[in-house]
């Protein structure tokens, strides 16, 4: 994984000018079909998750007053985990996005909505919908890429603390509700500056966090507990509700990381959002997301955001619109020479965590290790861990050499198979 601009081979290179502008014409000719069409049956669908999450959420707490039994808990656990994945992903996100304002409906709307999240709606909003979808993929402006703790392209100079990125990535995952809201505030940047210089703008939105970790807290972690109290079953509904928590954030996790950092993704430069146009910004959110293929019920449990192309092209479209416009978003991939990056949700997992554990060693180090060199490979790693930027640099230069000069010979092999 490398920026673009700086591959061998560019996936845009045989694309003029006017492809491009042609292809965002085409792009927009989807988006206004399915502005045009929305209605009623839209309007019931989302009608109907919001009621169905209710009921279910509902229904599982109710079931947790009696949490003692093991089946109550096991039975209850299941429906609260999923009734706040409903609520975060088909629900809470897509509305922020705005999918639903078409409706007027003041209760389903981007301005109101506050869903049930550590992150206050108005701070995700902002970091999500007007950083992360403006500036996709773009390393140094999209902080959504490894959030701001993890090494994320090749061209990022290697240090030692990414060998444990892996686990940052890990407890991210388990806690990423709370992730998400230290990421909205700009938590780390802002606590290196001293107290008495941050602005005051950080200090009002830090105490607006701390208030909807407070709300939460308590409905998850003592009102419904202690609503529990009578029937003797206080911890096993706290458990259950931490247990509930647990699985959303890590199903969250998931998905997203599966929409932007499997392998076939790319990344983008600064420099190269400069006099973007807008068939320019369809094209980087095409090359810059991943669809996770699966079933009706996988992509109600995605949020849709299993259609995360089609997402990043049009986020603000009803999210049940996705998968009937995906085939001729696919069909535009194909007919422009460009990769429609789809796969089963494993697999999309798989290669997300295969390019942090990657990216987290040094360039090449990962696909230059056999078991026969293996020794060698791990001496060279302690020497780069423990040696100093100096040595680590000194290292890179070789290794890069060396790569370089195996891409040569074999480029002279082929060439002369070929003749």
């Known amino acids: 994984m490398t920026v673009l601009q700086k591959k061998d081979v ?20 989807i988006r206004q079909e399915v502005l045009d069409s929305r209605g009623a049956s839209d309007a019931a669908y989302i009608r109907k998750v919001i009621k169905v999450q209710r009921g279910l959420e509902a229904g599982s707490r109710a079931v947790l007053l009696f949490s003692v039994l093991p089946p109550a808990w096991l039975l209850g656990t299941a429906g609260l985990s999923v009734a706040k994945i409903l609520e975060n992903m088909e629900i809470g996100h897509n509305i922020m996005h705005g999918q639903w304002d078409w409706m007027r409906d003041p209760k389903i709307h981007s301005t109101t909505w506050e869903w049930d999240n550590a992150s206050p709606s108005e701070q995700w909003k902002h970091s999500h919908n007007e950083l992360h979808h403006t500036y996709t993929n773009v390393v140094g402006k999209d ?3 490894g959030y701001g703790i993890m090494r994320v392209d090749e061209d990022q100079r290697w240090m030692p603390f990414y060998l444990a990125q892996p686990l940052w990535n ?18 780390g940047k802002n606590l290196a500056i001293p107290k008495e210089k941050r602005t005051q703008d950080f200090k009002d939105r830090a105490r607006q966090t701390l208030r909807k970790i407070r709300k939460q807290a308590t409905k998850d972690y003592l009102v419904h507990p202690a609503l529990s109290i009578p029937t003797g079953s206080f911890l096993p509904t706290l458990t259950a509700n ?18 932007h950092f499997p392998e076939g993704v790319e990344t983008f430069e600064k420099s190269s959002i400069e006099g973007e146009t807008r068939g320019d910004w369809y094209l980087r959110q095409m090359l810059g997301s991943a669809n996770i293929s ?18 990043h092209l049009y986020p603000d479209l009803p999210s049940n619109r996705y998968a009937e416009i995906a085939p001729q978003v696919q069909e535009i991939f194909d007919r422009y020479g460009l990769t429609y990056v789809t796969a089963p949700l494993p697999k999309q997992v798989y290669s997300a965590w295969h390019k942090i554990v990657r990216l987290s060693l040094p360039n090449g180090w990962l696909d230059d290790t056999t078991v026969k060199n293996a020794p060698e490979q791990l001496t060279k790693l302690w020497k780069m861990t423990t040696g100093g930027p100096k040595v680590r640099r000194a290292i890179e230069a070789r290794d890069k050499q060396m790569r370089r000069r195996k891409a040569d010979e074999k480029q002279r092999e082929l060439a002369d198979a070929v003749a």
């Open 10 to 29: 560019n996936p845009t290179a045989h694309l003029s000018e006017d492809d491009i502008a042609m292809l965002g014409i085409e792009l927009d000719a």
């Open 170 to 187: 890990f407890i991210n995952a388990c806690f990423f509700e709370y992730g998400i809201a230290a990421y909205d505030l700009e938590l």
């Open 294 to 311: 699966g079933s009706a019920a996988m992509h109600l449990m995605t949020g849709n955001l299993s259609f995360q192309i089609e997402h």
């Open 143 to 145: 902080n959504d890429l």
């Open 242 to 259: 931490f247990t509930a928590n647990l699985v959303r954030n890590l199903w969250t996790h998931s998905v997203i990381m599966c929409g």
